[in-house]
Nanobody, 126 residues
Framework: QVQLVESGGGLVQAGGSLTLSCAAS????????MGWFRQAPGKEREFVSG????????RYADSVKGRSTISRDNAKNTVYLQMNSLKPEDTAVYYC???????????????????WGQGTQVTVSS
């Protein structure tokens, strides 16, 4: 079993920055990818960014590309999502997720992910 715990959400003004963290524990093995998703009120959950743990390969949704950076800390089993130039439309609950067995590519479909965190709220005021 794998546990994911997110932190770092909060209220920020438009144009500001936030860094989300997701700490993984349990039987992850070494072959997996971690992703960030978000869900705004009344909308479906959408892919934001992902990283292959072993290689460090990354992927971003067009909506955050150029404004966000995903990274990992192997020693802490933690993935980070730094978001800059935040916009009101970035307001959502952000979830991290883990896709076991993923070695080369990063899935954007939430159906591919095996474990999920509880989510952290990000609110961007205009």
């Amino acid at each position: 079993q794998v546990q994911l715990v997110e932190s770092g959400g909060g209220l920020v003004q438009a144009g500001g920055s936030l860094t989300l963290s997701c700490a993984a524990s349990g039987r992850t093995g070494s072959a997996y990818a971690m992703g960030w998703f978000r869900q705004a009120p009344g909308k479906e959950r959408e892919f934001v960014s992902g990283i292959v743990w072993r290689s460090g390969s990354t992927r971003y949704a067009d909506s955050v590309k150029g404004r966000s950076t995903i990274s990992r800390d192997n020693a802490k089993n933690t993935v980070y999502l730094q978001m800059n130039s935040l916009k009101p439309e970035d307001t959502a609950v952000y979830y991290c997720a883990l896709d076991l067995g993923r070695m080369f590519t990063i899935a954007s479909s939430e159906r591919e992910y095996d474990f999920w965190g509880q989510g952290t709220q990000v609110t961007v005021s205009s």
